[in-house]
């Protein structure tokens, strides 16, 4: 069993940074992928980032391209998530998730390619 602690949330104005971790205990983490979602008040739960096992892949939301960075430390057990730029829109409470052991993703950006997850950390960016 996989347990995520997500830390690092809080209030910044418009342009500033947070940087989220998430701390994976419980089980491996060095061969399952990983990935951050977020969720406004009154939407749905939306694909952040995605890494891949290694490392060596990453994807991104439109949205986010080019001013968050996901990045995973296996031998800290870690998830990071760094936000520049942030901008009234990226305020919403932000999960980490892994997947099951030794699968494949198919489409990162779906809840139901991810088996465990945190219980959310609040990000609110203001104008």
């Known amino acids: 069993q996989v347990q995520l602690v997500e830390s690092g949330g809080g209030s910044v104005q418009s342009g500033g940074s947070l940087r989220l971790s998430c701390a994976v205990s419980?089980?491996?983490?060095?061969?399952?992928?990983g990935a951050w979602f977020r969720q406004a008040p009154g939407k749905e739960r939306e694909g952040v980032a995605y890494?891949?096992?290694?490392?060596?892949?990453?994807y991104y939301a439109d949205s986010v391209k080019g001013r968050f960075t996901i990045s995973r430390d296996n031998d800290r057990n870690t998830l990071t998530l760094q936000m520049n730029s942030l901008k009234p829109e990226d305020t919403a409470s932000y999960y980490c998730?892994?997947?099951?052991?030794?699968?494949?993703?198919?489409?990162?950006?779906?809840?139901?390619?991810?088996?465990?997850w945190g219980r959310g950390t609040q990000v609110t960016v203001s104008s």
């Open positions: 890494i891949s096992i290694g490392g060596g892949s990453t």
């Open positions: 419980g089980d491996t983490w060095s061969n399952r992928y």
């Open positions: 998730a892994v997947g099951a052991i030794g699968r494949m993703v198919q489409g990162w950006s779906r809840r139901s390619e991810y088996a465990y």
